[in-house]
């Protein structure tokens, strides 16, 4: 691990103390840079203080994201067996020039809800509006949680890891209305298994 990573993980743990759940490094599978992995009941407080702490100075939210692990993993040794969603956000600070990635899972898999980081940082709007409408996580204190890439009907999430691939319902235009309407999909749902084929003197 690098000298500066060595300085964030010292100044992340002197600034949080117990509020770290997990702090994920190369060690750990981490590619690069650490992962802080924290309470949902601590989420907002810690954003706050990585934000405030004049030692971390996190300034910016680079990005913000869900992430469904129900199939992590999944016919391996590695298996997923913790909660299913988890929010991700990625920070950068300019005064120390480092990044680190923030994690919380939601505490039920069911009705997954986390807080809003809007008031931390007001680019989160759209970043959790996004990750609601794909994954259905809400997010408390969210003043306008609305889809934003999906229709207005639609149902579901489609970043869901058990939402079909070809949905629920199609859209078509009928010519006897003259509008817009939705229907059951019509695609017939089938397994694609790749072929390979080559050459009879292929490697020689």
């Known amino acids: ?22 702090l994920l490094d190369a060690s750990n599978g981490v590619r690069d840079g650490l992962v802080l992995e924290v309470a949902a009941e601590d989420y907002l407080a810690v954003a706050q203080m990585l ?3 004049s030692t971390l100075a996190f300034e910016q939210l680079i990005d913000l994201c869900g992430v469904d692990y129900a199939t ?5 040794a590695h298996a997923w067996t913790g909660k299913r969603f988890a929010v991700v956000g990625q920070l950068m600070s300019i005064k120390h020039n480092w990044r680190l990635r923030l994690r919380v899972f939601a505490e039920e898999d069911d009705f997954p809800r986390v807080a809003s980081l809007i008031k931390v940082w007001n680019c989160a709007d759209w970043f959790e509006r996004e990750a609601f409408d794909l994954y259905g996580i809400l997010f408390d204190g969210h003043p306008d949680l609305r889809r934003i890439l999906t229709d207005y009907g639609f149902i579901g999430h489609p970043f869901r890891k058990d939402f079909p ?21 019509t695609i017939e749902r089938r397994e694609v298994t790749p072929r390979i084929i080559r050459e009879e003197a292929y490697g020689d």
């Open 165 to 185: 691939v070809t949905g629920y319902v199609e859209m078509i235009y009928d010519e006897a209305q003259q509008r817009v309407v939705y229907q059951p999909v």
């Open 1 to 22: 691990m690098s000298i500066k990573l060595e300085k964030l993980r010292e100044s992340l743990q002197n600034a949080l103390g117990s509020r770290i759940k997990a």
């Open 72 to 76: 992590y993993g999944e016919g391996t």
């Open 51 to 53: 934000r405030d702490d």
